[in-house]
C-alpha cells in the first residue's frame, strides 16, 4: 500500500509539459461568460428526417405540430416487369391493384395509443431546388398544395414493432390531362409506358410525373414521429403462361411491386407549428438559458475575447475550453419530458443562417460541435467544446467589425455521418428537428455569482467559465 500527498494549483503546470531547457513560460487562466437565450424564429427546413404530429410541451402547456413535404426519387434504371404479363393479369389493361404511401420513422415521442390522423396531398408543383425555405412556410399560400390535390387521409396509431403507418392511394385518380385512373399507382404505371423518359432523372419525375406528396396533420394529440424516410409503394398482378415438361399449358399468377423513396437526392422540408409568444417568454427567463427544438430556443454567448488576450497579445493561446452545465429537470417523474439535445453547434451570431444555407461543416476555427455528456468521464451533465482557441484568435483579429463580434451561438443540430477510410466523418449538420430541451446554466460575469434565491426562487447563475493556457519565449 502506498499513500501520497499532492495540491491542486497549477504553479508547475509549465514545468510539467516542457523542460527548463526550452525557454518556454506557460500560463493558466479561468474568465467567466455571460450567456442568454434568444428565440430562435423560423429555421431552415432542409432535412434528413420529417416531424408529424401534435403534443403538447410540458415545459410550457402550449402544443407543438410538425407536417412536412416529401419529394420521391427515381433511378434512371427503373422499369416495370414484361408488360404483357401485367395486362394478362388485367385483361388487357396496365393497372395497380394497391397504391400507398408508407411512412418509415425511427423515433417517437408521446403515447403510442393515441389516435392520430393525417391528410396527404400531392404537390400542385414540385418545391425548387435553388430556394430556402424555413420552418415556418405555408405550402398552401405558396401554391404548392391546393385543397383539390387532396389525396388520402389516414387514421394511426404509433407502432412500434414495424415503426411505419400507411396512407393509401387507392381511389380513382384524374391526371392533369384529364385521364382517370383507378388508383395512383396505375396512373405511375401508365406514365411510365407512354412517357418511360419521364423517368430517367429525378427533375424530370418531379416536373413531369409526381411533384411530391405533403403530409398534414389534421387530427388528434398526443404523439410525434420523426420519419426517416416516405415510400410510394404500388403492387401489380403477373400472369404467363407457361409449357409443362409434358408439353401442357398452365397458367402462373404472381405479385410484384415497385417504390420510389424519398432520399438526399431529393427535397424533404418540415413546417413547425410552434408558440412564438410563449417562447419569447421562455427566453426571458433569468434564472437560465434555454436549447429548446425544433424551430424553438438558443443560447448566445458573449465570450470576453479581449480580457483573455489583454496582455497576452504576443503569447500563443494554446487552449480554450468552455463548458455549459446543465441544470436537470424540476419534474423527473413527468414519463413524457422532451429529451435532451444530444448534440449542439457553436456558431458566431453573424454566420448563424449562412452556415446552414451554404451546408457549411464545422472546421474548428468558428464552428464547432459538442455532444451531451452523461458519462462519468469529463464534466458530466454538461456539453463541453475543449479547444475553441482559434475562434478566440480570429475574433480578437476581427475585434469591431460588428456588433456581435464577439459572440456565438448555441444551436441544437443532427449530424449524418459517413466511414471513409475507417474513420467516421461528418457529411451533414442539421437544425434538430425533433422534440427536445434542456436548460442551461446561466453565465453572468460576476465572480461571486453561484446559487442564490431570487423572489423566493433558486437561481443558478454561473459562473459559466472558459479556461485558457498561454505560452510565450522566456526573454
Given at each position: 500500500m502506498a499513500f501520497a500527498a499532492c495540491d491542486d494549483t497549477t504553479d508547475t503546470i509549465g514545468s510539467s509539459i516542457t523542460n527548463n531547457v526550452d525557454n518556454i513560460s506557460i500560463q493558466d487562466q479561468v474568465?467567466?461568460?455571460?450567456?442568454?437565450?434568444?428565440?430562435?424564429?423560423?429555421?431552415?427546413?432542409?432535412?434528413?428526417?420529417?416531424?408529424?404530429?401534435?403534443?403538447?410541451?410540458?415545459?410550457?402547456?402550449?402544443?407543438?405540430?410538425?407536417?412536412?413535404?416529401?419529394?420521391?426519387?427515381?433511378?434512371?434504371?427503373?422499369?416495370?416487369?414484361?408488360?404483357?404479363?401485367?395486362?394478362?393479369?388485367?385483361?388487357?389493361?396496365?393497372?395497380?391493384?394497391?397504391?400507398?404511401?408508407?411512412?418509415?420513422?425511427?423515433?417517437?415521442?408521446?403515447?403510442?395509443?393515441?389516435?392520430?390522423?393525417?391528410?396527404?396531398?400531392?404537390?400542385?408543383?414540385?418545391?425548387?431546388?435553388?430556394?430556402?425555405?424555413?420552418?415556418?412556410?405555408?405550402?398552401?399560400?405558396?401554391?404548392?398544395?391546393?385543397?383539390?390535390?387532396?389525396?388520402?387521409?389516414?387514421?394511426?396509431?404509433?407502432?412500434?414493432?414495424?415503426?411505419?403507418?400507411?396512407?393509401?392511394?387507392?381511389?380513382?385518380?384524374?391526371?392533369?390531362?384529364?385521364?382517370?385512373?383507378?388508383?395512383?399507382?396505375?396512373?405511375?404505371?401508365?406514365?411510365?409506358?407512354?412517357?418511360?423518359?419521364?423517368?430517367?432523372?429525378?427533375?424530370?419525375?418531379?416536373?413531369?410525373?409526381?411533384?411530391?406528396?405533403?403530409?398534414?396533420?389534421?387530427?388528434?394529440?398526443?404523439?410525434?414521429?420523426?420519419?426517416?424516410?416516405?415510400?410510394?409503394?404500388?403492387?401489380?398482378?403477373?400472369?404467363?403462361?407457361?409449357?409443362?415438361?409434358?408439353?401442357?399449358?398452365?397458367?402462373?399468377?404472381g405479385l410484384n411491386y415497385n417504390r420510389f423513396d424519398g432520399t438526399e437526392e431529393v427535397l424533404q422540408l418540415n413546417k413547425i407549428n410552434n408558440d412564438e409568444q410563449t417562447m419569447a417568454k421562455l427566453a426571458k427567463d433569468e434564472t437560465c438559458t434555454y436549447l429548446k427544438s425544433p424551430a424553438g430556443i438558443f443560447t448566445e454567448v458573449t465570450l470576453p475575447v479581449e480580457d483573455i488576450m489583454k496582455g497576452h497579445e504576443n503569447d500563443t493561446l494554446n487552449t480554450a475550453t468552455v463548458t455549459f452545465p446543465r441544470m436537470n429537470n424540476v419534474d423527473n417523474n413527468n414519463d413524457y419530458q422532451f429529451s435532451v439535445p444530444s448534440t449542439i453547434l457553436m456558431v458566431q451570431a453573424d454566420s448563424l443562417n449562412a452556415f446552414f444555407e451554404n451546408s457549411k461543416l464545422t472546421d474548428n476555427r468558428t464552428s464547432y460541435t459538442a455532444t451531451y455528456n452523461q458519462s462519468s468521464t469529463g464534466v458530466k451533465n454538461a456539453y463541453t467544446f475543449y479547444n475553441i482557441s482559434n475562434l478566440i484568435t480570429t475574433m480578437y483579429k476581427n475585434k469591431g467589425k460588428s456588433d456581435n463580434w464577439n459572440k456565438v451561438v448555441l444551436v441544437p443540430v443532427t449530424l449524418t455521418t459517413s466511414t471513409q477510410n475507417s474513420s467516421t466523418v461528418i457529411t451533414k449538420i442539421n437544425h434538430d428537428m425533433t422534440l427536445a430541451s434542456t436548460r442551461l446554466i446561466k453565465g453572468t460575469d460576476d465572480a461571486t455569482a453561484d446559487y442564490t434565491t431570487k423572489n423566493g426562487k433558486r437561481v443558478a447563475s454561473g459562473p459559466v467559465q472558459i479556461k485558457v493556457i498561454y505560452s510565450k519565449f522566456k526573454q
Open positions: 474568465f467567466n461568460v455571460t450567456t442568454r437565450s434568444i428565440v430562435s424564429g423560423p429555421v431552415l427546413s432542409r432535412n434528413n428526417t420529417g416531424m408529424i404530429g401534435k403534443v403538447k410541451d410540458p415545459e410550457t402547456g402550449t402544443y407543438v405540430s410538425g407536417d412536412y413535404m416529401t419529394q420521391l426519387g427515381v433511378l434512371s434504371s427503373f422499369s416495370l416487369d414484361t408488360l404483357e404479363y401485367i395486362r394478362n393479369a388485367h385483361n388487357g389493361k396496365i393497372e395497380a391493384d394497391s397504391c400507398y404511401l408508407l411512412v418509415s420513422y425511427q423515433t417517437y415521442y408521446g403515447d403510442t395509443l393515441a389516435p392520430m390522423k393525417v391528410t396527404a396531398y400531392e404537390m400542385s408543383k414540385p418545391m425548387s431546388e435553388d430556394q430556402e425555405y424555413y420552418s415556418d412556410y405555408d405550402a398552401f399560400k405558396g401554391g404548392w398544395v391546393s385543397e383539390d390535390n387532396r389525396h388520402a387521409s389516414a387514421t394511426y396509431n404509433l407502432n412500434t414493432t414495424n415503426m411505419a403507418f400507411k396512407i393509401y392511394l387507392n381511389k380513382p385518380y384524374t391526371a392533369k390531362d384529364g385521364k382517370t385512373y383507378n388508383n395512383y399507382g396505375s396512373y405511375i404505371m401508365n406514365t411510365f409506358v407512354e412517357h418511360p423518359e419521364y423517368f430517367k432523372s429525378n427533375n424530370l419525375f418531379l416536373n413531369k410525373v409526381c411533384p411530391g406528396f405533403y403530409i398534414k396533420q389534421t387530427g388528434g394529440i398526443g404523439n410525434v414521429a420523426n420519419v426517416w424516410n416516405t415510400e410510394l409503394q404500388f403492387y401489380y398482378k403477373l400472369q404467363k403462361t407457361v409449357k409443362s415438361s409434358t408439353g401442357n399449358d398452365s397458367i402462373v399468377s
